[in-house]
């Protein structure tokens, strides 16, 4: 068995185990300082709209991909001048395509772009195609990606209380999803990566793994406190937090074996294909499923945990086991022999000893009394050895 394997069974078993519930103050404070970085960045920078959301031209041209071609069709476009052309995207497509996306333009100027676009890329300027997508198209995306979301969120809390019975269970794992696409949304406006539809998909595909891996961590502990109120032995945070560790391991696995393809995906798009969809799709992946699966292990079980210890039932639990916790402490704590018994006792049997020391006897060991002769009783007589056998 493999160390991490060996490590997960003690963990299963309860030989070893980490205070997840019990340090939930700090890992609350951690989430509270990642969410606030990522409002400040969303409200500060702003997302990177792209042309779905915002509107804009967007020009296809066959080109031979090269290491320059993204900077020289830049460059290229920028010359022209047009109104109101903003900073052009310019992406390749495979080995043969470059696209160009601008800010939406008058008539003129989108002959103009095409033009510096079809001289780049040495082509007729009828070989360059163009299409104009209106920001109204984009606002419909964005409103429909909103809806979809709420209706998300919306069955998850109705599903989980189902699958449960427990709407703080639900509670726990909206608050958790709603952490999840925070600090994803917010790494989107730091780093500056343009929000396409396929970061929607990402965005609603990372809700739907965080939620998986959250319902697994809740089945054990649905699994540990069942009839937990008729015992003494654990309060329910313990219990959850030994749900937790026996399923760590698992979430780690899991989070990882996803991370390493997504992670490929997320270097191939960006710094080799330089493509727009593949470079969303797995940011929002890689991002929210790492957050994901540190939301499902450190916020939602100590979300949990806290709604249920309000509970009347629960808190009486608590003190029950808090008193028997005090009762065997006090069972296996050695007791203590009182100084002045201890001195007198010493001072009794070091008397002979004492006395022994002043007269110079040795002291002999003691034994048993020896029963006095009965009276009128005739006692033998022992014959020398020199008149037996006489």
């Known amino acids: 068995m493999s160390k991490l394997g060996q490590i997960g069974a003690k963990l299963h078993r309860g030989e070893v185990s980490y205070d997840f519930v019990g340090h939930r103050k700090f890992w609350f404070s951690l989430s509270a300082v990642l969410v606030i970085i990522s409002l400040a960045g969303l409200f500060a920078r702003g997302l990177a709209l792209g042309i779905e959301f915002k509107g804009g031209v967007e020009y296809e041209a066959k ?5 320059s071609t993204v900077q020289d069709f830049g460059d290229a476009v920028k010359a ?17 395509k470059v696209r160009v996306q601008t800010k939406p333009l008058a008539q003129n100027d989108i002959g103009v772009v095409r033009a510096a676009i079809a001289k780049e890329a040495g082509i007729p300027a009828d070989q360059v195609t163009s299409q104009q997508i209106g920001a109204s198209w984009g606002k419909q995306i964005a409103d429909k990606a909103i809806l ?14 189902l699958y449960f019975r427990e ?16 600090i994803t949304v917010g790494v989107y406006a730091i780093i500056g990566f343009d929000v396409t539809p396929a970061t929607v998909i990402g965005v ?19 699994e540990n406190t069942r009839g937990i109120t008729g015992s003494n032995r654990y309060t329910y ?48 992946l890689f991002v929210g499923i790492a957050v994901g699966a540190y939301s499902s292990i450190f916020i939602a079980p100590s979300l949990l945990a806290v709604f249920k210890e309000r509970e009347p039932g629960m ?38 000893r004492k006395a022994d020391r002043a007269t110079g006897a040795v002291p002999t060991p003691s034994s048993r009394p020896m029963k006095a002769a009965a009276a009128g009783r005739p006692q033998p007589t022992r014959k020398p050895r020199s008149k037996r056998g006489k």
């Open 148 to 161: 979809a979301l709420a209706v998300f969120l919306g069955l998850v809390f109705f599903v989980i209380w």
């Open 237 to 284: 945070s313990d219990a959850t937090n030994l749900a937790v560790n026996q399923t760590v391991v698992r979430s780690i696995n899991t989070t990882v074996t996803a991370l390493l393809p997504v992670g490929a995906i997320l270097v191939v798009g960006t710094w080799v294909l330089g493509t727009g969809p593949l470079k969303d799709l797995s940011l929002a």
């Open 80 to 96: 022209t001048n047009a109104k109101d052309l903003g900073d052009p995207v310019v992406t390749t497509i495979n080995n043969e």
């Open 63 to 67: 080109v031979k991909v090269t290491d």
């Open 167 to 182: 709407p703080k269970a639900s509670m726990a794992a909206i608050i958790a999803l709603v952490h999840d696409v925070t």
């Open 315 to 352: 808190q009486a639990l608590r003190k029950r086991v808090t008193a028997k916790k005090a009762q065997v402490a006090a069972a296996a704590a050695p007791v203590a022999v009182p100084a002045t018994a201890g001195a007198a006792r010493s001072a009794v049997q070091d008397t002979p």
């Open 204 to 222: 609603l595909t990372i809700l739907g793994y965080s939620l998986y891996d959250t319902v697994v961590v809740f089945d054990k502990v649905r």
